[in-house]
């Protein structure tokens, strides 16, 4: 029996290619809390979050035995959610031509805010939303995720250089956003 | 343990950072749509080659390598212009030459502006790094910036918030969604 909460990624990777599909339990617990977050703040809405990330883990289940470095297993799979949420994210433009932000996303953990906490989510929602999704990318991945850009540019794909200027421009246009809501 | 700033950004940061919360029953689901699936099986030398010649991955190809020791723009401005090179040595701010003795001087005129800011792929798109320096009574704005040979985008920040790009220097829309940058090369020697 695997014990799942201290086994390392390696293992449970091992555990479920040689046929205990159990043990991806484990991975699952170990990384939904921090995958949660970034599709919630990618794509702002809590049901379209929690439907990309089970196809990130139900997609990344079925190509496990393409993981080359099971170790860096919470790499790997951050590719997947990455593309999955630009994709829901195009999709849902496509359909919507705005994105509705969905308040609760960023309230919902917040009962027993005073109403002027609840507003500032409120603002925060409303400026996520209207950032451009690659500049919302990439601030989430650098300053919400606190990856470096190394680490952005392998889940990514980008260049360093692209990286760095889409953060700068999401931090002052969001700068910007934050400041017209607070008037 | 993060302290909660005053700056807007360093606030929403602190919030963005906070957990969410997931429907209870997200593991149970998932475990439920995998329970469905076959095995996954280890990909073998094979499979790994396939896999790896239909996946996409960006290629970054540069025009520029074969004219890397011709590229030298020099853009006059009336707006703004790049100014590159050994002319570049006698400028009056005093900002450092590159080793090799190269330095862009950067001009934009903006009368109305508090703060200008040049940005760009040599400072990391850093708002704060190289700010420009008013000359007295014009509305202009320079500084001098030393850069080895490459092509570098660029743009100038004014008052904290509204980009602007070089009116005579060449554009890019690369990398940044719509949202054009300028564009300076620094030949080699």
């Known amino acids: 029996m695997v014990d799942v909460e201290h086994a390392g990624d390696a293992e449970l990777v091992q555990r479920v290619l040689d046929g205990d599909a159990g043990a991806y339990a484990g991975l699952v617990t170990r990384y939904r809390d921090r995958l949660g977050r970034y599709a919630v703040r990618m794509l702002g809405n809590q049901a379209d979050a929690e439907e990309a990330l089970q196809d990130t883990f139900v997609r990344a ?33 496509r359909r919507e031509r705005t994105v509705i932000p969905d308040e609760g996303a960023l309230s919902r953990a917040a009962v027993g805010d005073t109403a002027d906490r609840h507003a500032w989510r409120e603002a925060i929602a409303w400026a996520m939303a209207r950032l451009a999704p690659a500049q919302r990318e990439a601030f989430v991945l650098k300053h919400v995720e606190d990856l470096s850009y190394e680490e952005m540019v392998e889940v990514t794909g980008a260049s360093v250089p692209a990286l760095k200027m889409r953060v700068a421009r999401a931090r002052e246009e969001l700068r910007r956003l934050l400041t017209e809501a607070d008037r | 343990m993060r302290q909660q700033r005053n700056d807007p950004i360093e606030r929403a940061i602190d919030t963005l950072r906070e957990p969410v919360e997931l429907r209870p029953d997200f593991e149970r689901r998932v475990m439920a749509a995998v329970a469905s699936l076959p095995v996954p099986r280890r990909a073998g030398p094979l499979r790994l080659v396939a896999a790896w010649m239909v996946t996409a991955r960006t290629v970054r190809l540069s025009p520029l390598g074969g004219l890397a020791a011709a590229a030298v723009v020099l853009t006059a401005l ?56 008013p000359v007295p009574g014009d509305g202009i704005w320079t500084v001098l910036v030393p850069l080895g040979p490459g092509r570098y985008r660029y743009s100038f920040l004014v008052n904290g918030t509204e980009w602007l790009t070089d009116p005579t220097a060449p554009r890019t829309m690369e990398d940044d969604f719509g949202r054009p940058n300028s564009v300076v090369t620094v030949g080699g020697t």
């Open chain 2, 78 to 133: 009336l707006g703004g212009r790049a100014l590159l090179g050994p002319g570049a040595e006698s400028a009056p701010l005093g900002a450092p030459l590159a080793a090799d003795g190269r330095a862009v001087q950067f001009v934009v005129a903006v009368p109305t502006a508090s703060t200008v800011a040049l940005v760009g792929d040599f400072n990391d798109w850093n708002a704060e790094a190289t700010p420009m320096r």
């Open chain 1, 61 to 93: 289940y079925r190509s496990l035995g393409r993981c080359t470095d099971p170790a860096r297993f919470g790499a790997w799979i951050f590719g997947i959610l990455v593309n999955r949420c630009r994709t829901v994210g195009a999709q849902r433009a």
